[in-house]
């Protein structure tokens, strides 16, 4: 029988503490923070390609697609005979209580060529939890942080991911600015870590200097046309931000993006689940300006789409950090933005 995943436990892993593994071929990702599902996502795939060399990543919208052909996917080989990613969304709805006897034979011998991740807000817990961690694969909660929890999270991606330090006070302060969103602080960092010289750490004062209060009024005013659905529009702010801002006008650009791309995920599924509006609004931490624009744009758009566009702007930034063109990635996605919201 395989081991048993590290961390792993009848009531599962959460996020925060979640360490990826290569050997794991079924990994569930659940709850209500779309930045984490993404995140542990990307995690997973970056230890696939170290152990694999090269992955094919495939995503399915668990709502559409049929069980068994999400299985069928699983035992199929990869092109090139490489390894596969299959990520599909909504898990509680593909995993329904007549399924799951197929995912329980399936998870009592996964394929060795396919690693499934299983994503949603919701999840049934059960028989197949205990079957996925003792074959090996993790059960993971996706459920946000609390505030001393964020400010270690947040020294610890400050170091792991974008290679600077944090002293514990700017890291607390960062936290008290912007909340415990794992999402938000992760964006506010790529900021301040290319805001500051070679070799130098995130000082409190560095925080205070470039985390002020009126971010949010500045995001509003790119997720205002973005929201519009006129392309125009769209490409026009963002040009207007990336020609006369600072050298790294970019990184709030990409904040405004990806924090507008978490609200309209989260609030399409809070319409799809009939969320009173007032109480989504307070999970979702969607207030101040603009605020109806965003909901009036969520009613519009199938859960499907706005969970793709989430994970879009998660990849594009990224892909931003790695080096690629951060500009084009921008356009693109305010292009996407247009589209979605049209």
Request: charged share 30%; glycine share 8%; aromatic share 4%.
């Amino acid at each position: 029988m395989a081991k048993r995943a590290a961390g792993g436990s009848k009531a599962g892993v959460r996020a925060v503490n979640f360490r990826p593994d290569p050997g794991a071929r079924i990994v569930v990702l659940h709850g209500p923070d779309a930045f984490q599902r993404a995140d542990c996502t990307a995690a997973l795939r970056a230890a696939l390609l170290k152990a694999h060399g090269e992955v094919e990543t495939i995503y399915l919208d668990g709502q559409a697609a049929r069980p068994a052909d999400v299985l069928d996917e699983c035992r199929s080989f990869g092109l090139l005979q490489q390894h596969k990613l299959i990520v599909a969304d909504a898990a509680d709805q593909l995993v329904k209580e007549d399924a799951r006897p197929i995912f329980e034979r399936y998870a009592q011998s996964p394929s060795d060529s396919a690693t499934l991740v299983l994503r949603g807000d919701r999840w049934n817990t059960g028989k197949l939890d205990a079957i996925i961690e003792q074959a090996g694969g993790a059960i993971v909660k996706c459920d946000g942080l609390q505030d001393r929890e964020a400010v270690q999270w947040a020294e610890r991606r400050a170091r792991e991911v974008h290679a600077r330090a944090i002293d514990k006070r700017a890291a607390e302060l960062l936290v008290e600015l912007l909340g415990p969103d794992p999402g938000r602080i992760d964006s506010e960092l790529a900021k301040l870590a290319l805001s500051i010289d070679d070799g130098g750490g995130i000082t409190t004062g560095v925080v205070k200097e470039l985390v002020g209060c009126t971010r949010e009024e500045e995001a509003w005013a790119i997720q205002a046309d973005l929201l519009s659905g006129d392309p125009e529009a769209a490409l026009a702010r963002l040009r207007i931000v990336l020609e006369n801002g600072p050298r790294d006008a970019d990184v709030p650009a990409q904040w405004a993006m990806l924090d507008l791309a978490r609200k309209l995920h989260g609030a399409s599924h809070g319409f799809a689940q009939r969320m009173a509006p007032g109480q989504m609004m307070s999970v979702l931490r969607i207030w101040g300006a603009g605020s109806e624009a965003v909901l009036r744009a969520a009613r519009r758009i199938p859960p499907a789409d706005a969970a793709d566009m989430l994970r879009r702007c998660v990849e594009a930034t990224a892909q931003a950090r790695s080096g690629s063109d951060p500009r084009r990635l921008l356009e693109a996605q305010a292009l996407r933005f247009a589209s979605l919201t049209r």
